[in-house]
């Protein structure tokens, strides 16, 4: 089994608790106005990889200092049988880590057509952040993009860390982004706020740097 694969990275600290590896998965068939990964949208099976060689890397570059797995896009549920086999990987794995850890799919699909169509791939998390994004609710809610979503906890272990989350009485500034520089290239990993990606293309103008391509507009 494959699953196309934008990128991954480790450590990434902004999107959920602790040091997480990111996953971000390639193709989206939602493709929310706004969105700052539109490099992750086309379908591209040039992209392929195994799920076993992915989780192989997950095995070898976090070893057993990681908290959990956030899993991105694209539209993770856009590839329901790859994801599925994933987190069967990635559970068969954490049950051999000396701590827990938890696995959070990003969706912009709504939580009842999750519950409708992939009740047994939810099941296999522990916390899923649905709901497409809409570039007009801004939230200051921990790890979403706009006001509509929604974290659901989905396990024991989900309810331990995620629980409250997201509430209006429990709001929480978003943890600001990551910034990783490698071969010529830029990442940005995380949720920023309005108006910050243009805030940083300024900047880069301004320190003479010029951002070719960007995500957010590709």
């Not at 830029?186 to 293309?201: A, K, N, S, T």
Request: one cysteine or more; a neutral charge.
């Amino acid at each position: 089994m494959k699953l196309c694969l934008n990128k991954a990275h480790f450590p990434v600290t902004v999107l959920g608790p602790g040091r997480r590896i990111g996953l971000w998965l390639q193709g989206c068939s939602i493709q929310c106005p706004g969105c700052m990964s539109r490099d992750t949208w086309q379908f591209d099976e040039h992209r392929a990889i195994s799920v076993e060689a992915i989780v192989e890397w997950c095995q070898r570059i976090a070893q057993d200092q990681i908290d959990g797995i956030t899993i991105s896009g694209g539209e993770p549920f856009d590839q329901p049988e790859g994801l599925s086999e994933l987190l069967d990987r990635l559970d068969t794995w954490r049950q051999t880590l000396p701590a827990p850890l938890d696995l959070l799919a990003y969706s912009g699909y709504p939580m009842a057509r999750l519950r409708q169509r992939h009740a047994g791939t939810l099941a296999k998390l522990d916390a899923v952040i649905s709901e497409p994004f809409v570039e007009s609710q801004p939230t200051d809610g921990k790890w979403m993009g706009s006001a509509n979503q929604r974290i659901v906890a989905l396990s024991a272990l989900g309810r331990e860390r995620y629980s409250g989350v997201g509430e209006s009485s429990h709001a929480v500034s978003t943890p600001g982004v990551q910034l990783h520089v490698e071969s010529g290239r830029v990442w940005l990993v995380g949720i920023p706020q309005r108006g910050e990606l243009q805030h940083l293309e300024y900047r880069c103008r301004e320190n003479g740097i010029s951002l070719k391509q960007a995500s957010w507009r590709a």
